[in-house]
């Protein structure tokens, strides 16, 4: 099956930079799109920043400026730098990807799957 695996979790202080990334391994013919999301305590899980497999890239209003989502094609992992870190910032961040397997259409937006989550925390 697909696996994704998130690394780059930790703590750090308001202001600074933490890298996220996620590797995809398993049962992969292509890649459509990937992407991050975060869930805090008591709240929904929300879209963070996606890109897809052509390099279009979407970000969530209250990161934009501060974050950059990047993608390595050949080796399955897509990246997230997240600069000047605010409190509000903590949450459990998710790796995200829409993939395709061998017989289904080109157009076709694949199927999703989470990696297990990695914890970000920001202090004062």
């Known amino acids: 099956q697909v696996q994704l695996v998130e690394s780059g979790g930790g703590l750090v202080q308001a202001g600074g930079s933490l890298r996220l990334d996620c590797a995809a391994s398993?049962?992969?013919?292509?890649?459509?799109?990937m992407g991050w999301y975060r869930q805090a305590p008591g709240k929904q899980r929300e879209l963070v920043a996606r890109?897809?497999?052509?390099?279009?890239?979407t970000y969530a209003d209250f990161v934009k400026g501060r974050f950059t989502i990047s993608r390595d094609s050949a080796k399955n992992t897509v990246d997230l730098q997240m600069d000047s870190l605010k409190l509000e910032d903590t949450a459990v961040y998710y790796c995200?990807?829409?993939?395709?397997?061998?017989?289904?259409?080109?157009?076709?937006?694949?199927?999703?799957?989470w990696g297990q989550g990695t914890q970000v925390t920001v202090s004062s």
């Open positions: 890109i897809t497999n052509v390099g279009s890239t």
């Open positions: 995200n990807a829409q993939i395709s397997q061998a017989g289904e259409g080109r157009f076709y937006p694949g199927r999703d799957y």
């Open positions: 398993g049962s992969i013919f292509r890649i459509n799109a």
